[in-house]
């Protein structure tokens, strides 16, 4: 008995009817989705269902019972022909739904029409363009985590319905499992994760910080059921059996085993909510490690490649700026390229030389990228008809995407690079698959399929007898009166209809002497009677049957073709995958051509050699030509840590980050944004950029800073590339000073090999880390003052700085000039060695320790060092450029002055 209250919880018994039985049954097998019901032309919710459904889509809960019970059950409903927009709203709440439709005929049913789940819709098991982002993948993710004494060994499964990507990763025995498995998460931020029921301590902790990362992400447990997939060998045996394969090998993944259990329960649970064969996911791609570029979670966040730290928005990303492309799988791909830098030389400079020739060729470029417009997401159309969800306008779309395949592959007849050349010798027309659309949909084809117009005329002759008989209907009507009339010599019968008694033959009363025998009396009317005969009756059943009749002739030969679109699979995904390759070589080219990149040349050597570099996203926000570039040297030889120096605003962190992105797009094989560069191959990139709490794990803005600080101390190698901003800042003055000391030592010292580093600070004494090792450089960024008063050159010049401006800076920024004023009379004293404790009602504290003769920074160095002098001996004359010979000239002024 089932009990029922306002917000849907149990209160009183309510009598259950048979359909609200039906309904309880149903929703005990989906307990954790919201269901929706069918019922005519509305889906329906009940109980808690219908209380969170409600406030969720914001439409009214009404409730049932009203008259026979005392106690309502809430309900609310939609109308099912707007199913996708409500939908929408549900998933991106984070919540599933169980789709529940009539599953027989209600003519043949004996009592309550069958109903069941025809499919559950979640966040990461979507396929309807609506519910999608077309330019990013949305997967689902399962975990499965062995914890043996004190290690730990994780599998993790990444799958997209939508396009059929199924990836695969194990990680153990490096110390690092949770680490990695946590950089593939945030990486790749797949929109619903897969649990298993049973946790650990370890799963928990890992559980918790995705969570923490990705707090949209959505939680659903398999229900530890997953067809027996309780061992190794089973799992292994259902990949096989999906792929038709006799063993796992030929992915790549042939040693893995909790990454085999992870992606068979993944596809268990795929198989399950989409109830039907999943045949376009046709491969399991390992996740590689060894031949891509490392950026760790905190780097990624801190470049904005994908969205900006603050508004976590795409505008104003990296990706922003790179991606023109054509197609949605274009764009998903340059995505996946951007995630997934390459460590391969030989990969990198096929992408660069097939960039190289769009960027020449802009005939070509603009032809093809003119034609790749034409084409429609091919890997989310051929999902929908392989999972049976395609419509007619699905396939309107695939056959205009395949009308511009022909075309393309001439396009590229000239094309000779091996990436281009590698695109042709696959490139697959699909002609027949075009031709057989082209014979059958109807180009006006409905999204529903159960409303005829689907199909051509001339593609099935029963069909074509059936539209015939619909559309002469009348003038058939016409001829069968005139007959009668001539045949009975009934000048006045007519032929009528009537939605009651169908069609008839009326003759008046005045007439019924006339009246044939073979004529049967149907009905008497006052001055008239009505009559049926059997050719009349014959001519009823095939008009009248003659709609429902096409509407299921026309829907049978919609899914037979839906049926032989998917059968070709493997040709349309392999289109599709060529396509997008085109796509991103075609968009680098015209990136390139379009914001005047460079080619850059890739090389395994240890050096790094930027010439005036720009950061890709700011010079775009900025007029033409106002950005400064500036250039960049690292090695392991004599430049190996650069200690840059120089105020706030000035533009330091915008010179570290472009030297990342320079390198990272680089690696990606696209141009860059210099005059010239060469770029050894690093095998990570590692940024500590910035301030940032973490309150949900309990971490600070300073345990953040250490935290990432650490990573980058135990991971970095000898090909590295690290980006330092501010180390230190978040603690007391000697206490981060000593860490960013110690830091940057590690650093210079580290496997007595280095790593190259980007080192930005405010603690001028680090620029002393130059006298004791011969790898570091001081280097600052350019500052004129004038009349007190800076000015910002952004330059990056020789030789450190001995101030910050941070008072000037302050007055920019609109600090009251009062608090200006009175800054610098206490950054005077401090300079002058006089700042003591404040005494009664003094307005300026005075010092009583010694004078200092030196306007620096506090300093745990003694005796100060000779600035002047120090300055002297880092110029070499013969190699500096003029700009840097006046920027001299002012920091000697400015020195003396002091």
Not at 64 to 83: E, F, L
Not at 91 to 120: F, H, N, S, T
Not at 718 to 734: A, H, N, P, Q
Request: aromatic share 6%; hydrophobic share 40%.
């Amino acid at each position: 008995m089932i009990t029922a209250s306002k917000e849907g919880k149990t209160e009183r018994p309510v009598k259950l009817t048979p359909m609200l039985q039906q309904y309880m049954d149903i929703k005990q097998q989906h307990e954790d989705a919201i269901l929706f019901y069918r019922m005519g032309d509305f889906y329906e919710m009940f109980f808690e269902d219908a209380v969170i459904a409600s406030k969720i889509l914001n439409i009214t809960l009404t409730s049932r019972n009203k008259k026979s019970d005392p106690v309502q059950v809430p309900m609310c409903g939609i109308p099912y022909h707007a199913v996708q927009n409500y939908l929408s709203k549900l998933i991106e709440a984070g919540q599933r739904v169980a789709i529940c439709e009539q599953v027989e005929d209600p003519a043949d049913a004996k009592g309550i029409v069958k109903r069941d789940v025809i499919r559950i819709v979640s966040p990461g098991v979507v396929t309807d363009d609506q519910l999608l982002d077309d330019k990013s993948n949305n997967y689902i993710c399962a975990l499965n985590l062995r914890e043996k004494g004190k290690s730990s060994s994780c599998g993790v499964s990444f799958l997209d319905i939508s396009t059929g990507e199924f990836l695969i990763g194990e990680y153990s025995g490096n110390g690092q499992e949770l680490t990695d498995v946590l950089d593939q998460v945030t990486r790749l931020q797949p929109a619903e994760l897969l649990v298993a029921q049973n946790s650990t301590s370890v799963g928990d902790t890992l559980l918790g910080e995705i969570k923490a990362l990705l707090p949209r992400i959505c939680i659903t447990s398999n229900g530890g059921d997953s067809s027996g997939l309780d061992s190794v060998p089973a799992a292994r045996e259902m990949l096989c059996d999906h792929f038709s394969v006799v063993s796992l090998d030929g992915f790549g993944c042939a040693t893995f085993n909790e990454g085999v259990l992870a992606a068979a329960t993944l596809l268990d649970h795929v198989r399950k909510t989409q109830k039907t064969a999943v045949g376009h996911i046709e491969k399991l791609t390992p996740i590689e490690t060894g031949a891509i570029l490392h950026l760790d979670e905190a780097s990624r966040r801190n470049l904005e490649l994908t969205q900006t730290i603050v508004g976590a928005s795409r505008q104003g990303s990296l990706i922003s700026i790179l991606d023109q492309t054509c197609t949605p799988m274009g764009a998903r791909l340059l995505k996946n390229h951007l995630l997934f830098p390459l460590q391969q030389q030989e990969k990198i400079i096929s992408r660069l030389d097939a960039t190289t020739y769009f960027f020449k060729n802009s005939h070509s470029r603009k032809e093809l990228r003119a034609l790749l417009e034409s084409v429609y997401d091919l890997e989310r159309l051929n999902s929908r008809m392989t999972l049976g969800s395609g419509n007619g306008r699905d396939m309107i779309a695939l056959k205009t995407s395949l009308s511009a395949l022909p075309q393309i592959l001439s396009a590229l007849k000239n094309c000779d690079t091996s990436e281009l050349l590698d695109i042709r010798s696959r490139f697959d027309c699909l002609t027949d698959l075009y031709d057989l659309l082209e014979q059958a949909i109807a180009e006006d084809s409905p999204v529903t399929l159960r409303e005829g117009n689907l199909i051509k005329q001339g593609y099935n002759k029963e069909l074509d007898e059936l539209v015939a008989l619909q559309r002469d209907g009348k003038k058939l009507i016409l001829e069968l009166e005139n007959k009668e009339r001539s045949a009975t010599g009934i000048a006045k019968l007519k032929v009528g209809f009537n939605r009651v008694f169908g069609y008839f033959i009326e003759v008046s009363k005045v007439h019924s002497d006339k009246v044939p025998e073979h004529y049967i009396r149907k009905q008497t009317l006052v001055n008239a009677e009505r009559f049926i005969t059997a050719e009349l009756k014959e001519f009823e059943e095939k008009v009248l049957g003659a709609q429902d009749q096409r509407v299921e002739l026309e829907y049978n030969l919609f899914v037979a073709i839906r049926d032989r679109l998917a059968a070709s699979s493997s040709r349309l995904l392999q289109t599709a995958n060529l396509l997008a390759r085109l796509d991103v070589l075609l968009n680098n080219g015209e990136v390139a051509h379009r914001y005047n990149y460079r080619r850059p040349e890739i090389n395994g050597e240890d050096v790094i050699e930027i010439v005036e570099g720009r950061h890709p996203v700011i010079e775009r926000m900025m007029p033409s030509g106002e950005f400064v570039p500036n250039d960049v040297y690292l090695d392991q030889k004599k430049d190996e840590v650069l200690i840059i120096t120089g105020p706030n605003m000035a533009g330091k962190s915008t010179v570290l980050r472009q030297t990342a992105l320079i390198v990272l797009m680089a690696q990606m094989g696209c141009y860059v944004p210099a005059e010239s560069a060469k770029i050894g191959i690093v095998d990570r990139i590692f940024t500590r950029v910035g301030a940032m709490d973490n309150l949900r794990q309990g971490q600070s803005t300073f345990m953040v800073e250490m935290s990432e600080t650490a990573n980058i101390l135990n991971n970095s190698t000898e090909r590295s590339l690290v980006i330092l901003d501010e180390i230190g800042r978040g603690t007391s003055t000697y206490d981060g000073l000593s860490i960013a000391w110690a830091v940057a030592e590690n650093l210079v010292n580290k496997n007595e090999r280095g790593v190259k580093t980007l080192f930005a600070t405010h603690y001028h004494e680090l620029t002393e880390l130059a006298k004791s090792h011969s790898r570091v450089r001081n280097y600052s960024i350019g500052v004129r003052e004038w009349r007190g008063n800076i000015i910002f050159l952004h330059k990056l010049v020789k030789g450190g700085t001995s101030r910050s401006y941070g008072i000037q800076v302050a007055a920019l920024a609109g600090v009251p000039q009062e608090v200006v004023l009175r800054a610098k009379e206490i950054l005077k004293d401090i300079e002058l060695g006089k700042f003591a404790k404040t005494t009664g009602g003094e307005k300026n504290p005075r010092i009583t320790s010694k004078n200092r003769k030196h306007p620096d920074q506090l300093s745990l160095f003694s005796p100060p060092p000779d600035r002047i002098h120090e300055l002297l001996d880092a110029i070499s004359p013969d190699e500096c450029s003029p700009m840097e010979a006046l920027n001299t000239l002012y920091r000697l002024k400015e020195l003396r002055k002091q």
